[in-house]
């Protein structure tokens, strides 16, 4: 079954960086999108970046162009999110999404597979 497993979170001051990762498993389906959605305290789930898996097409929330960028790396079925000039409005809960299929997809409800989060906190 499809595991995904997020790390990388931490605390950060504003301007600094921070990469998480998820180590996806149980990948049957050649065309999927991975995504990375975050959760603030009191808000909804919002979409932070997808990319899909064939292709490599990449697809970003208006809060993080031109800061976040996400890749994957096929040998180790791994995707990243690196984050630079991290502002305190990006501390939430960063969570790593799967769904088959490839698209334009940035709502949760489009997303079947979830990892458990990890935190991420930036400091003013």
């Known amino acids: 079954q499809v595991q995904l497993v997020e790390s990388g979170g931490g605390l950060v001051q504003a301007g600094g960086s921070l990469r998480l990762s998820c180590a996806a498993s149980g990948l049957t389906f050649d065309r999927k999108m991975m995504a990375w959605f975050r959760e603030a305290p009191g808000k909804e789930r919002d979409f932070v970046a997808a990319?899909?898996?064939?292709?490599?097409?990449?697809y970003y929330g208006d809060s993080v162009k031109g800061r976040f960028a996400i890749s994957v790396d096929y040998a180790k079925t791994t995707v990243y999110l690196e984050m630079n000039d991290l502002k305190p409005e990006d501390t939430a809960v960063y969570y790593c999404?799967?769904?088959w299929g490839q698209g334009l997809y940035n709502t949760a409800v489009d997303y079947a597979y979830w990892g458990q989060g990890t935190q991420v906190t930036v400091s003013s």
């Open positions: 990319i899909g898996w064939s292709g490599g097409s990449t």
């Open positions: 999404a799967l769904r």
